[in-house]
């Protein structure tokens, strides 16, 4: 229902009239409280008014205005009726950040539906604006139900059924629904299906007459058609409501309006919701061309339900929504990965799910050779697995089922070889991932946890029909009420012979029982029955009727499950019996149902009563016509003695069961005799009853013998033995009998063996071993086993046993015939799974342990890799070495076989050396072995440099590197050869152990030697390396270290830290000198004796003064001595380290662009001892979509202030900040939001003061039409023509802040109103400029003259050929006598094709010229016939000199010509030049002798003499020289010039 508000007067309270003013902003009143505003001051204005809302119950409604003036107004909200004290309903907020003030009003009802002011009030004056609230009311109101339940309250009881039947035929909800009746939802929901869901559908109504149902909805759709044809065309490509990602539901369908003003309505179950265009709304609806795209955000429970889509009144689509209720027990967590290392998400859900969706970076997963889904048999647990994993792969995953979701990250770390950077990497064969839970277990465990779950329902329907079967049989045993004697009850006034007067009353002589709650009895009269036929009061109840001339009573054998012992009596009064009948032997084909039932009921003349054996749900009228006592269970087989019947056996009979169901019964033995005890000594032997036989006949059946005696199952234990009931015998007479033995107790129909788990589908492998199992309900019952519909046995090679409630079937080796669909049986019931024997590629463990063994062998050899191998054929064989694969060529061959492969290697090489891997695929699987072949060779030379460790006059000590391939053997020995420098022999030194480090004492002082060094291994002798010269005894002292790094200080001590110098003067560095020095002293003073160096390269001086600053410097030592000092340390205080410091504070943005943005921010507060003063400050920026902070300064800056550029366009980033000092960083602070690269938001608005709206152009020529803007974001640009779109021979140009349309050749058709608009987020604006496309008009056509009037002549002449498609063309006439030798104009702007001259005077000659004008000019004339006679004069003859003929033709020459340009990039470049010709020259442009005439980049003109080419955005390919050429008869010229671009 709509509750729409009402917009009440807009003037605010309070204030006096004064100056109404006229706001930007629509909708806005400003009033002005003076007359002349100060200088600089302004009344308040709105900026962005509130907007109206429609919004759901229950919903949060937000109201948002933006207002500005000076001084700064105060604003304040109201509404029209109604207070808004209430603090926790609206609540007033503003952002000083943004100006913004909000109120926001939570939980919205049908009371706040209002209209809300907003007031914005200054000295100088206020605004005010208005926005209307309408609340949409959704669902069940509590306190209108109520209203309805008084006013029903307050209606007299007699009128109570006049009121049911009103409502009855408005309100459809409370309708009955027939048996068989169809539900109304499920044709709304069946008329939008697909064919292929109509079964599903039908089933979940419970719908089973097809043929009916298809037939119906034929009909159905035909009316639909017909309904929607009066709205629209066409609608196709209906699709369903289904999740399409995370959180988010749509269906779409194609439609095309004929009235695109009709308005679409959008319904949830019956109850119409709002919708925007907007995406983030609840409800949206996007439009693309013909689709209409209907989506649902942030998912929950309660949207389930039916959605309709109505196009004014009628309904064109429906579609039901169903949210499963899964949820994740285990959910996926975050993965670290290495590169080239797969990645596992697993996730444990609640309800079995077939496949759950993956989402990787915001797109679906699939799939593939990237990744890998699998799903356990019980469907429970979900996998994804991520292949190869590489820096691309890192990112946030999500997993979805239905509409729960879970997320995390996988990382991908890097590789930390640098050596490793631009090469292929192996693929390493471990996976990272997993919960490092036992999902298996967890899974079993809720699979058991559901199994009980619906073990615990089903115990408890039991359990609640139980109960409602004992109180049934409690309230049954109640007494009855007592009899008042009442014969006007209204409703349950009842006796055995009275005559029925059709109202309700009863006239019986000896009066009336009357219910304990008013009247109410359960035994209802025939005439009232009727009564309630005529106004279908019966379609819940329908009970058998009597014919109301004799007003016999009814009787129904019926079984009330909601008996509460009302009115428990018979037709005559008399006592029904409190127990339940005997069960009835009941064929499988009698419990069908029968739809098309209808109850019978015998209509008798003769006053007889009705008998009906069923069940009723209302247990009401349940006793017969004969006087016998009511049965209230099932029935007792009676014997039957007539001529006609046999014993009874074989009698069918419909009824109703205890669950409403309409069922036949067939009797399959004698009735049994009755025994009647009463004081006139008769049994009820003779008593008469009708019935149906077998075949459907009336007949009549006399019982034979006694009733049987009741069991009466009594709380008190009584039996119920002695009780006496009233009856009438066969005679007529009224007697009473006494009960003489307990009632029968009641049988309880089991419903049977039900399957508490089923068979599940199993995969195993050949040969392995495979089992089946489920689980029954009842230990003590039998089944049998099938596969593929033939019964097995155990002399199958199977073994089924059972243990307790659970049977399983073990195939100990499977092989392929087992292979197939396996179903257990048990009472009637079964299940079904398929066992599906795999046979994978597999090797044999021997084997494959032999393979794995490295094969080791030497250069130049060959070597062979073989693995036999089972499985299914066909099977794929691949071979690979170091990761990528081997095929057939001059060294390698690979053999394939059945069982075995073979790979034979020849000619191994050093390089071939690696994992040597066989890769066996089938479609059962796939199989991996890895071995490793090593390939012996001689080892490569040892690596330099030689590093000098010490050079003395008695000693040089030299160490190298070893080889970088020692060949596949370790290194024994280096081999050592020396030469002194000037001869030519080389001494050898001999072999030393494999360290790589000799130590030559055999030297002379000064003297230089080399050496040559060789790698001794099992395989050989490396090549030699041979070193530089290397002098024995040369002072070589080592370079300055680099100064001295502080790495902490305090009171009494500072710590320092240094490296070795890069040059150690090719000795090894003995030690360390120290040196400190003062501020403000010259000079250095040691810290360490100069006797005693510094072993290590750290020092703690102790020799310090507290707040005193120093400097330090340090010397290196080696065997020729100390080296230069180094530089000097920066100075440093002596005193305790000082503590970081805190947050920044008032962190906020102060400005933003596209690439940039500003920050702000004040120093952190100091407190002693906790944080000290800030230094300095960094600043980190990080995207959304990643986790790492990127540091904008490489030092920190002593500024509160900084602009953080080189950002993406509306891109989403973090910023946060972090302060320095020597004690360390502080804790960084964050923006409390993300901030989007752009500027602040900006409504669009053109920017050029003098903007033409009117242009004419001459057909040709082009036409180009500029216009600058402003607009913050980037606005969306559209051009459109006469409100359509622009064809695609129009060129558009768009920038950040204009916009150009450019047609380089123009024709007529291109006339026309050319509208730019300019939107982005905040708004749009548009302009227009009419374009006019024309040429010079072309002359009328011949002209005549007419004299209608005596001294006017009427000029005519046929119209100009432009005149149809030129709608400004309009004439101009002129006129010349003869009296005069000049035209003068007579007549201008004339739309029609005559013209009137008036002072004719005669004996004058009359000449007239007609023109054509149109807005670009005017045409050449049409000249008329001479008009009248002109008095002949003597003839004036004058002698005219002769003139010799002037030539005013000339060549084509350059007047001013092209001179040199340089323009910079991005802006205009405008070249010129001026020309003359006679004839006019042709004139043609080139680029680098390219033309350019047809270019539509350049925009070319020749306007008088002047040639100009106009460059709108000048590029780099612009660059190049230019030459303009002008062409005649007479001859041709040319000018040229270069344009240069600066960056």
């Excluded at 007067?9 to 930007?24: E, L, P």
């Excluded at 070597?863 to 691949?878: A, C, H, S, Y």
Aim: some cysteine; hydrophobic content about 30%.
């Amino acid at each position: 229902m709509w509750k729409k508000s009402k917009v009440t007067d807009q003037t605010a309270t309070g204030q006096g009239a004064g100056i109404k003013k006229r706001s930007k902003v629509p909708g806005v009143m400003i009033t002005q409280f003076i007359e002349v505003l100060p200088e600089g001051k302004s009344t308040p204005d709105f900026l962005r008014k509130p907007i109206a809302l429609t919004i759901q119950e229950g919903k949060l409604a937000i109201f948002k205005a933006n207002v500005c003036g000076d001084p700064k107004p105060e604003v304040t909200w109201g509404r029209a009726k109604g207070d808004m004290s209430d603090t926790e309903t609206f609540q007033k907020k503003y952002d000083e950040a943004t100006g913004e003030y909000t109120l926001e009003i939570h939980r919205v009802s049908g009371e706040e539906a209002d209209t809300y002011k907003c007031y914005a009030i200054n000295e100088y004056g206020k605004a005010i604006c208005t926005a209307a609230l309408n609340v949409i009311e959704v669902g069940f109101k509590k306190k209108k139900a109520m209203e309805q339940l008084e006013d029903i309250g307050s209606v007299d009881p007699a009128e109570f059924r006049k009121l049911l039947r009103k409502r009855k035929g408005v309100d459809k909800e409370e309708a009955v629904k027939e048996p068989g009746e169809i539900d109304e939802r499920f044709w709304e929901i069946i008329m939008s299906a697909d064919r292929k869901d109509y079964e599903r559908i039908c089933a979940e109504f419970g719908v089973k007459d097809f043929r009916v149902m298809l037939k119906k909805l034929s009909e159905k759709k035909k009316e639909r058609q017909e309904e929607q044809a009066k709205y629209i065309e066409t609608i196709n490509n209906l699709k369903h409501i289904d999740i399409k990602g995370v959180g988010i539901a749509s269906f779409e369908f194609d439609l095309e309006l004929k009235d695109l003003a009709s308005r679409i309505f959008l319904y949830k179950d019956g109850v119409m919701i709002p919708y925007s265009d907007e995406e983030e709304m609840k409800h949206s609806l996007k439009t693309v061309g013909k689709k209409l795209i209907f989506s649902v955000r942030d998912l929950k429970a309660e949207d389930a339900g039916l959605y309709q889509v109505d196009v004014e009144e009628v309904n064109l689509f429906s579609t039901d929504f169903k949210i499963p209720t899964v949820d994740f027990i285990v959910k996926i967590q975050e993965v670290k990965a290495k590169e080239r290392e797969d990645a596992m998400f697993e996730c444990v859900l609640s309800q079995p799910w077939p496949r759950i969706k993956w989402m990787g970076k915001n797109a679906t997963l699939e799939e593939g050779e990237k990744y890998t889904i699998t799903v356990s048999e019980d469907k429970l647990i979900h996998r994804l697995l991520i292949k190869d994993c590489s820096q691309l792969d890192k990112g946030i995953y999500s997993a979805a089922a239905g509409i729960k979701t879970c997320s995390a990250w996988l990382i991908v770390e890097a590789d930390s070889d640098p050596a490793s950077h631009g090469k292929k990497k192996t693929r390493k064969t471990t996976q990272a991932g997993g919960t490092g839970l036992d999902l298996g277990k967890l899974a079993q465990e809720q699979q058991e946890k559901l199994a009980k779950e619906r073990q615990e329902q089903i115990d408890a329907a039991n359990k609640a029909r139980a109960e409602e079967e004992r109180l049934a049989r409690e309230a049954l045993l109640a007494p009855p009420p007592p009899d008042t004697g009442d014969g006007d009850s209204g409703e349950g006034g009842d006796s055995g012979e009275g005559k029925d007067t059709g109202d309700g009353k009863n006239n019986s002589k000896s009066g009336s029982n009357k219910s304990k709650d008013g009247g109410k009895s359960v035994g209802k009269s025939v005439g009232e029955m009727k009564d309630s036929e005529k106004e279908g009061d019966d379609k819940k109840n329908k009970k058998s009727t009597d014919d109301s001339d004799k007003g016999k009573g009814t009787s129904n054998y019926d079984f009330d499950p909601n008996a509460n012992g009302e009115g428990d009596r018979d037709s005559k009064g008399r006592k029904r019996h409190p127990g339940s009948l005997i069960p009835d032997t009941v064929s499988d084909a009698e419990k069908e149902r029968d739809d098309k039932y209808k109850k019978s009921t015998d209509v008798s003349d003769k006053g007889k009563g009705a008998s009906n054996n069923d069940i009723d749900p209302n247990g009401e009228g349940d006793g017969d016509s004969k006087g016998r006592k009511g049965h209230t269970g099932p029935l007792i087989p009676d014997t039957v003695i007539d001529p006609n019947v046999k014993s009874g056996t074989g009698e069918t009979e419909e009824y109703i069961d205890a669950a409403g169901m309409h069922s036949v019964r067939t009797r399959q033995g004698p009735l049994l005799k009755d025994t009647v005890i009463d004081p006139n000594g008769q049994s009820g032997t003779g008593e008469t009853e009708e019935y149906t036989d077998a075949s459907g006949k009336h007949s009549e059946r006399t019982r034979q013998g006694p009733l049987l005696k009741d069991t009466v199952i009594d709380p008190n234990a009584q039996s119920g033995t002695g009780e006496t009931e009233q009856y009438t015998d066969v005679s007529g007479k009224r007697s009473e009998r006494t009960r003489q033995g307990p009632l029968l107790k009641d049988t309880v129909i089991d419903p049977g063996v039900q399957f508490v788990s089923g068979l599940s589908n199993v995969h195993a492998l050949i040969g392995q071993p495979a089992e089946l199992m489920c689980k029954l309900s009842n230990d003590n019952c039998e089944g049998t086993w099938y596969r593929n519909s033939k019964k097995l046995t155990a002399d199958d090679g199977h073994i089924m046993s059972r243990d307790g409630a659970n049977h399983k079937l073990v195939i100990n080796r499977c092989q392929e015939e087992d292979s197939g669909k396996y179903r257990f049986e048990a009472d009637g019931r079964k299940t079904e799974a398929m066992l599906n024997v795999e046979d994978p590629p597999r090797f044999d463990p021997d084997d494959l342990s032999a393979f794995s063994q490295p094969v080791i062998v030497k250069v130049g050899n060959s070597t062979t890799f073989k693995l036999p191998f089972v499985g299914r054929e066909p099977m794929k064989i691949q071979w690979y070495r170091k990761g990528e694969e081997l095929l057939d060529d001059n060294t390698t061959k690979i053999e394939k076989s059945f069982t075995q492969s073979r790979l034979l290697l020849s000619k191994c090489q050093r390089k071939d050396t690696g994992e040597i891997k066989i890769k066996l695929k089938n479609e059962h699987g796939t199989m991996e072995a890895i071995s490793r072949l090593i390939v012996l060779d001689k080892p490569t030379a040892p690596q330099g440099p030689v590093e000098v460790l010490e050079s003395t006059a008695s000693c040089i000590h030299i160490k190298w590197r070893a080889p970088k391939d020692d060949g596949g053997c370790p290194v024994i020995n280096y081999n050592l050869e020396r030469q002194q420098v000037g001869r030519n022999t080389w001494k050898k030194l001999g072999d030393i152990p494999g360290v790589p480090e000799y130590k030559d004492n055999d030297v002379e002082h000064g003297r230089k030697y080399c050496y040559r060094i060789r790698v001794v291994t099992e395989e050989g002798v490396s090549e030699m390396m041979e070193t530089d010269d290397l002098t024995a005894g040369t002072l070589a002292f080592p370079s300055s270290p680099a100064p001295p790094k502080v790495a902490s200080a305090f009171n009494n001590c500072i710590n320092l830290t240094w490296s070795t110098p890069t040059d150690t003067g090719e000795s090894r560095i003995l030690g360390y000198n120290l040196e400190k020095r003062k501020k403000g002293s010259n000079l250095w003073s040691p810290v360490n004796p100069t006797d005693e160096p510094i072993q290590e390269k750290k020092r703690a001086v102790t020799d310090v003064v507290a707040g005193n600053e120093y400097e330090f410097r340090v010397y290196a030592i080696n065997v020729s001595g100390l080296s230069e000092p180094s530089s000097p340390s920066e100075f440093i205080f002596a005193k305790d380290p000082k503590n970081p410091p805190g947050k920044v504070e008032d962190l906020k943005v102060a400005d933003t662009s596209y690439t940039a943005l500003s920050l702000s921010w004040n120093k952190p507060t100091e407190e002693v001892g906790v944080q000290d003063e800030a230094k300095g400050y960094f600043i980190e920026v990080r995207q959304a979509e990643c986790i790492d902070w990127t540091r904008c300064n490489v030092t920190p800056i002593i500024l509160t202030t900084f602009t953080v550029k080189s950002l993406k366009a509306m891109a989403m980033y973090w910023i946060r900040v972090i302060a320095i000092n020597d004690g360390g960083e502080g804790v960084p602070q964050d923006l409390d939001n993300y901030i989007l690269a752009m500027p602040p938001p900006v409504r669009p608005c053109f920017t050029d003061n003098k903007m033409k709206s009117f242009m004419v152009v001459r057909a040709g020529n082009s036409v180009r039409i500029l216009l600058n803007f402003e607009a913050s974001p980037w606005p969306e640009v559209t051009w459109l023509k006469d409100d359509v779109p622009l064809l695609k021979r129009v060129n558009i140009s768009n920038s950040e802040s204009s916009s150009q349309l450019l047609i380089t050749s123009s024709e007529r058709s291109d006339s026309g109103i050319y509208t730019i608009v300019v939107k982005n987020l905040v708004g749009q604006e548009s302009f227009s400029v009419e374009v006019r496309v024309t040429d010079d008009p072309k002359p009328p056509g011949p002209v005549e003259l007419e004299e209608n009037v005596p001294g006017t002549v009427t000029v005519i002449w046929e119209p100009s050929p432009d005149e149809k498609r030129d709608d400004h063309l309009h004439y101009s006439v002129s006129k010349r006598d003869s009296t005069k030798g000049s035209w003068s104009t007579v007549a201008d702007r004339l739309f029609n094709n005559k013209f009137t001259a008036c002072n004719i005077m005669p004996g004058r000659e009359y000449h007239f010229r007609v023109y054509a004008k149109n807005d670009m000019g005017m045409s050449a004339p049409s000249e008329s016939p001479t008009w009248g006679s002109e008095r002949r004069k003597d003839t004036f003859v004058v002698n005219m000199p002769a003139y010799k003929t002037c030539d005013l033709r000339t060549a084509p020459a350059f007047l001013v010509p092209l001179r040199q340009h340089t323009a910079p990039k991005g802006y205009e470049c405008y070249m010129s030049c001026a020309i003359k010709g006679n004839p006019k020259p042709r004139v043609t442009w080139y680029r680098n002798n390219i033309s350019l005439n047809t270019n539509t980049n350049y925009l070319i003109t020749n306007i008088c003499g002047v040639c100009s080419l106009l460059i709108l955005r000048v590029t780099p390919k612009d660059w190049g020289e230019y030459n303009i050429q002008i062409e005649s008869a007479l001859g041709r010229a040319e000018s040229s010039t270069k344009l240069t671009v600066r960056e």
